[in-house]
């Protein structure tokens, strides 16, 4: 038995959904209001956040390490190249969307039009929510540059690399905050991962108080 | 030829320099002064952070990407252990340091004293310094817990984990923040990895301005 505790709109928590539904394993989805720490989530997970993984009695934190373990524990279909220099690429460009771009970008838009009113600390934060706004062209040209010589962000082939980008700009992509007409090359990458039948499970999320626009779950958005 | 552009009191850099070390890889060392963001250093990473790692014409950054990508494309000494539930454990460490350990502890307390005054940004903000030093309490029990079933962070081999827990702690412990007195578990364990030949380039490093302390060096601390 699967179970996995996140919140819907967890970029972390959407590229552990990406990588358990690409393998065909069944989940249970469990909401976790992690940020009220109640003492049996903390329990579960000592650092206190989504997404926690049980698989049978077992519970696994951090979102990269889960997914690496699930990708060597059931290794098909491949989500990782099999050459040291290619399985680099991917950790790099996981690390960059996970790090930087959550940094800059998801903490700066999501976390605040999203994550504080659900959390009731207030309103948003104007000089956050415009910094996230400027650098999240920066991004999308970053990824239209490396799709510039690439079918997928690392390399020919789909990876790890692709869901964890396509976790930040999906959750983003819920409150209308990503420029779908900046690079052509960026939503012809999304428009093919949004296709997949893994990616189901995210479009069907519902947030109380944030409808769901049109675009989102549109596949010819 | 390899080249690690580097801050000495980075624990990410230092991460990479304890396995290029063990792995018994020569390295030369060049200090770049990241915050100042010069073109030529934002040329060899777009991310605009250390380590990065030149290898040949090749240039890598992100420390936890690079660590696994020499500890596969060089599997002697093995840092990672072959199981995946293993694996997974060396991980979920590695972030545990570099991402929890890292926001609570070394960023309120070594970012607050020595980077501050490096980058010109003025004196140490002591609301976070005091929280820090509170923090780490909590992260010297969480290990000391760890250690009271294991010979090592992650089980009975040493690994990434090892390294990325050390790296924190080497870089607080030249600004005496650690309190080895706390748990005489964590203190062998310390003892047992500082002794070791490729913690030497670590503890010959000297910051200007921080003179090293006496301790630091010494083994038998």
């Known amino acids: 038995m699967i ?3 996140h919140f819907p709109l967890s970029p972390f928590c959407r590229k552990v959904r990406l990588t358990l539904a690409e393998k065909r394993m ?3 989805l469990v909401e976790e209001r992690y940020w009220e720490q109640a003492p049996e989530f903390l329990r579960r997970n000592p650092a206190g956040k989504v997404p926690v993984l049980k698989i049978d009695a077992r519970l696994m934190s951090e979102s990269q390490a889960i997914c690496e373990y699930l990708e060597e524990a059931n290794p098909a279909p491949q989500l990782m190249p099999r050459d040291p220099e290619a399985r680099y690429e991917v950790r790099r460009i996981c690390a960059w969307f996970d790090d930087k771009f959550h940094e800059e970008v998801t903490s700066k838009l999501l976390y605040e039009r999203v994550h504080k009113k659900v959390m009731g600390l207030g309103y948003p934060d104007s000089k ?3 910094f996230g706004a400027g650098r999240i062209k920066y991004h999308l040209d970053y990824m239209g540059w490396l799709l510039e010589t690439r079918r997928w962000l690392a390399g020919d082939v789909m990876t790890l690399a692709d869901f964890a980008a396509a976790a930040h700009l999906s959750s983003l ?6 420029d779908w007409n900046r690079n052509a090359a960026v939503k012809d990458w999304y428009a093919k991962i949004k296709s997949r039948p893994s990616f189901r499970t995210l479009l069907a999320d519902q947030i109380p108080g944030f409808p769901q626009p049109a675009h989102y779950a549109d596949l010819d958005f």
Do not use: A, C, W
């Open 26 to 28: 069944e989940v249970e």
């Open 173 to 178: 992509d819920y409150i209308s905050d990503v």
């Open 128 to 130: 956050n929510v415009k």
């Open 3 to 5: 179970r996995l505790y």
